[in-house]
């Protein structure tokens, strides 16, 4: 297992060109499950292959645990790899292709015979060990690959290129459910490319979210959730993602449009201090219903829809579109629909970072 260390590294493709990433310091924690999450070009599979030693970094090391892997070619790692598209040889069956990488260390025949049968058993391949590799659907042989990627004990980290792409949507659930498992298991590193966020908030301990080379936020799942560090992370996680309204402030008082919505007072007076183009973030199922005793704000209802679990309305508030969503019990009349923001579900960001 490898405690993973970015010192100071960034990357351009050519000599004074883009930076692909920019510069970044970072410590992902051994026996960890990191998620690399953002859109396409944002510098996820950069990242990924220079931790890999497919890419050198232009600028910065990467450091295993004491060690410093910067120069060293992907062999000399000590990591697994699983790519977007099965990588494994067709001829061979199940058995001898998750072997292989054991085999090819030197490994005793015993030693590989159990652990070739424990991840077999893990990724569900047990009844398919002696069959050829090529006779098998394309789902089976992407386990097979997984398989070769978690089989050797003595990885630092494995690293996952969008693995699941080629999986039947039915069976991803599952076998995310079953990578959570495995990594539970193993207590490996794990580091995994996605643009899914279902897909990364399932997957991952940490999700690290990247935006144009740049990582915008290190964290869980809920804290992604609960305190998106930059209006990006807000809207990028979530169904739909955060609303966010450009606002003043005044007082302990965020100012949208002619409506008042109270505000934490230190966060009021951090955003205060801070200036900048201001925005009032709160997430859709975090905005609830006024009650009969209460004011609230209104919201003019442009559309409702049945989304199964929830309802989703669109709207206006305070002359900008708003998400809320409602349980399917909520009445909507025909003036609109109140709803109170409680003041612990606003958030307040200054040219797009959190403040406070
Ligand atoms: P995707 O999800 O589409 O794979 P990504 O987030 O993995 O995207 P990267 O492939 O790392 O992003 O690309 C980051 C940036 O670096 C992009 O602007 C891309 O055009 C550029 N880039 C990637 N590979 C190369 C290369 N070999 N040479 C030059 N530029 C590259």
């Given at each position: 297992m490898a405690r993973i260390e970015l010192n100071n590294l960034a990357h351009q493709y050519a000599p004074g060109g883009e930076y692909a990433l920019q510069p970044m310091q970072h410590v992902w924690e051994d026996g960890g499950a990191y998620a690399l999450l953002g859109p396409s070009g944002c510098g996820k599979t950069t990242l990924l292959n220079i931790i890999s030693g497919l890419v050198q970094p232009s600028e910065g090391k990467v450091m295993f645990g004491e060690q410093d892997v910067t120069t060293l070619s992907p062999e000399r790692r000590n990591i697994g790899q699983v790519f977007q598209f099965p990588v494994i040889y067709d001829t061979?069956?199940?058995?001898?292709?998750?072997?292989?990488?054991?085999?090819?260390?030197?490994?005793?025949?015993?030693?590989?015979?159990?652990?070739?049968?424990?991840?077999?058993?893990?990724?569900?391949?047990?009844?398919?060990?002696?069959?050829?590799?090529?006779?098998?659907?394309?789902?089976?042989?992407?386990?097979?690959?997984?398989g070769r990627g978690l089989v050797r004990e003595d990885v630092g980290a494995v690293l996952f290129d969008e693995p699941l792409t080629v999986i039947d949507p039915h069976l991803k659930w599952q076998l995310r459910r079953k990578l959570r498992e495995i990594h539970e298991q193993l207590n490996l590193t794990l580091v995994y490319v996605t643009h899914d966020q279902t897909e990364a908030l399932t997957f991952a301990d940490?999700?690290?979210?990247?935006?144009?080379?740049?990582?915008?936020?290190?964290?869980?799942?809920?804290?992604?959730?609960?305190?998106?560090?930059?209006t990006f992370v807000g809207y990028f996680i979530g169904s739909p993602g955060m609303n966010f309204f450009d606002c003043e402030v005044d007082g302990n008082e965020a100012l949208v449009g002619e409506e008042r919505v109270q505000v934490d007072p230190a966060m009021a007076e951090a955003a205060r201090n801070a200036g900048g183009r201001l925005q009032l973030g709160i997430r859709p199922g975090l905005i609830r219903p006024a009650g009969a005793d209460e004011t609230g704000h209104r919201v003019k209802v442009d559309k409702i829809e049945d989304l199964g679990d929830y309802e989703l309305v669109?709207?206006?508030?305070?002359?900008?579109?708003?998400?809320?969503?409602?349980?399917?019990?909520?009445?909507?009349?025909?003036?609109?629909?109140?709803?109170?923001?409680?003041?612990?579900?606003?958030?307040?960001y200054s040219d797009d970072r959190l403040v406070g």
């Amino acid at each position: 297992m490898a405690r993973i260390e970015l010192n100071n590294l960034a990357h351009q493709y050519a000599p004074g060109g883009e930076y692909a990433l920019q510069p970044m310091q970072h410590v992902w924690e051994d026996g960890g499950a990191y998620a690399l999450l953002g859109p396409s070009g944002c510098g996820k599979t950069t990242l990924l292959n220079i931790i890999s030693g497919l890419v050198q970094p232009s600028e910065g090391k990467v450091m295993f645990g004491e060690q410093d892997v910067t120069t060293l070619s992907p062999e000399r790692r000590n990591i697994g790899q699983v790519f977007q598209f099965p990588v494994i040889y067709d001829t061979m069956t199940v058995y001898d292709n998750l072997a292989f990488p054991l085999r090819n260390r030197g490994m005793d025949e015993t030693y590989i015979h159990g652990r070739v049968n424990h991840i077999a058993g893990m990724l569900g391949l047990e009844d398919v060990l002696k069959r050829r590799a090529n006779n098998l659907t394309a789902d089976a042989k992407q386990k097979i690959s997984l398989g070769r990627g978690l089989v050797r004990e003595d990885v630092g980290a494995v690293l996952f290129d969008e693995p699941l792409t080629v999986i039947d949507p039915h069976l991803k659930w599952q076998l995310r459910r079953k990578l959570r498992e495995i990594h539970e298991q193993l207590n490996l590193t794990l580091v995994y490319v996605t643009h899914d966020q279902t897909e990364a908030l399932t997957f991952a301990d940490k999700v690290v979210v990247m935006l144009a080379g740049q990582v915008l936020q290190v964290g869980t799942p809920q804290a992604l959730f609960e305190r998106p560090e930059h209006t990006f992370v807000g809207y990028f996680i979530g169904s739909p993602g955060m609303n966010f309204f450009d606002c003043e402030v005044d007082g302990n008082e965020a100012l949208v449009g002619e409506e008042r919505v109270q505000v934490d007072p230190a966060m009021a007076e951090a955003a205060r201090n801070a200036g900048g183009r201001l925005q009032l973030g709160i997430r859709p199922g975090l905005i609830r219903p006024a009650g009969a005793d209460e004011t609230g704000h209104r919201v003019k209802v442009d559309k409702i829809e049945d989304l199964g679990d929830y309802e989703l309305v669109t709207g206006h508030f305070g002359g900008h579109e708003v998400h809320v969503r409602l349980d399917e019990t909520t009445k909507i009349d025909s003036d609109g629909l109140r709803v109170v923001f409680p003041v612990d579900n606003v958030l307040l960001y200054s040219d797009d970072r959190l403040v406070g």
